[in-house]
């Protein structure tokens, strides 16, 4: 067609990138001027798109990086950093309800509206770095190739969990491809990521694949429908089963001081393997006056006498630190485990 007068559905080759619903479209007759814009106002959104990352929020609040560090660990979802973090914000809150309170003429809906946003950060806090999930309710990440299907399908999935008389949380629903951000939430909240139609890059997918998060596209919409019918109807995903490969004790430990390299002084613990053996590949936990005193830590040093080994089988001897970790102490057990998935029970 030579002209589409207005209201007219017309398709469009040529795009280099998806356009979103409401993004408008403008005829230009000079082809240069054209580009020039166009990559001037993509370079302004990216922009601004890095300047939103410099400053992340959790539940409204902004977070404050003493050091780059801080930032990184942060973004590379640890989850000491994100505790210390959480507990800063969750005093913010705090703060500006005192404030109020002190006033003689309290705003009484900047109070409650305050109040409801500390219990809401609480539950956040609960749920994302505690671990403390709820089993009976389905956490999903949806992510489509455009909006029509995206809400197509929230619609679909919303009817199916009444069907089934199912709890369903969608996390986070988007349009395009699957980020890290998206595959670091997953893993704190324990949620399936399902995609239509969507890539996951290489190095992404090998990501999930350590971080035991699920991830599953599909080209028809019926087949996610069937996926989560077949979900619901065996009641959840099956839920991976704690395997214990080995424990040790710690029969001392060494202080080693801060350097130019790290600022930080660092604790190595002495340790027997009493049974199994403890290996890079295992996460591994701290047990303490017989209960888990930390979870889900990684090995970043592993010696036997003073050559770095890659394992320690039972009955050996050697030296270990821990990733994000120093608060090992003498005495202390560790037990090396991994997660292995089970059928959940069906209904």
Known sequence: MEEAPPSSAVEIIGLKELPEN????????????????????KMNKEARERLANQEPMIMGQKIKFSNWRERRKFHSGSKEIIMEKMIECENTIREKIEKIKAKDNQDEEELLKLELELEAHQLYVQEMVEGKQDDATLKVILKAQDKGTLETLLDQINKLATKYDAKVDILDSGVGNITEAEIHDAKHFGALILGMDIVCP???A??????????????????????LSSIFKRGGLSKPE????????????????????????????GIIVNSGQFTRKYKYRLMRGGKIFKDNLEISSLKHLKAEVNELKKGKEGGITLFDFNGLAEGDQLEAYELVKAEAPKK
């Open 22 to 41: 409401g993004d408008m479209i403008i005829g230009m007759s000079d082809g240069e001027k054209a580009k020039i814009i166009a990559t001037r106002r």
């Open 202 to 204: 290489f190095e992404l």
């Open 206 to 227: 090998k990501m999930a694949q350590a971080e035991k998060v699920q991830i599953k596209s599909y080209k028809i919409i019926y087949d996610i429908l069937d996926e």
């Open 242 to 269: 704690i395997q214990i490969q080995g424990t040790a004790s710690i029969k001392q430990i060494f202080e080693i001081k801060a350097d130019k390299k790290s600022k930080e002084g660092k604790k190595v613990a």
